[in-house]
């Protein structure tokens, strides 16, 4: 019997209008929703660390990562998580489809994962392969807006992979928007790189 994680994992790599097919039947509920989407946030700090350290370490300047509070940049993820699953939906009214709350969610914190382990793939490329890894970058790009038209066009219920990846890039781009006015309106401090050193 075939791990159904693994099963998904292999249909969104290879097919993913079968895997949104997948999480469209998912009934994840709210603590699910709020555990998958902690889950994310976390991986998401920890990615972006080893992306910030990447580049510190391989700086031709000297350069340091600031402090910063990690449950901030924690908090500032799961707040942008909830942002762009309410943004599908509401946007997806706009476009004249009903999408469930859990549905959208349970695609976003999907595909968002896939993401990140892509990113963090395209960093060991680098980190071993050089110039190469650059390759690796351009299909992991090209695979994530595949992937994207496919998942957002699924929770539209169109076959327009053109209206899919419009809807999840916007959604995406203005829950983004969104948390960034509102980090720098409390002055939360982020992660970022310092060449004050």
């Not at 600031?66 to 707040?79: I, K, L, P």
Request: a neutral charge; hydrophobic letters at 60%.
């Amino acid at each position: 019997m075939t791990n159904p994680y693994y099963d998904l994992l292999r249909k969104s790599v290879t097919q993913p209008g079968e895997a949104a097919r997948v999480l469209a039947s998912v009934k994840l509920s709210t603590s699910e929703i709020a555990q998958a989407a902690l889950l994310l946030a976390l991986v998401s700090v920890v990615a972006r660390y080893g992306l910030l350290w990447f580049l510190v370490s391989f700086s031709p300047t000297p350069a340091q990562l600031t402090d910063y509070a990690v449950w901030a940049d924690v908090a500032m993820q799961f707040g942008g998580i909830y942002l762009a699953i309410f943004a599908t939906v509401i946007l997806g009214r706009a476009m004249g489809a009903m999408i469930p709350f859990p549905k959208a969610a349970a695609t976003y914190i999907w595909f968002n994962l896939l993401v990140t382990v892509g990113s963090l793939l395209m960093l060991g490329a680098f980190y071993l392969l050089g110039g190469v890894g650059m390759l690796v970058s351009l299909a992991v790009g090209i695979w994530a807006l595949w992937a994207m038209a496919h998942f957002w066009s699924m929770l539209l219920g169109r076959d327009n992979l053109l209206l899919g990846l419009v809807l999840g890039v916007v959604s995406i781009l203005l829950a983004s928007t969104i948390t960034v006015v509102v980090v720098g309106m409390l002055g939360l401090p982020v992660m970022e790189i310092s060449t004050d050193v």
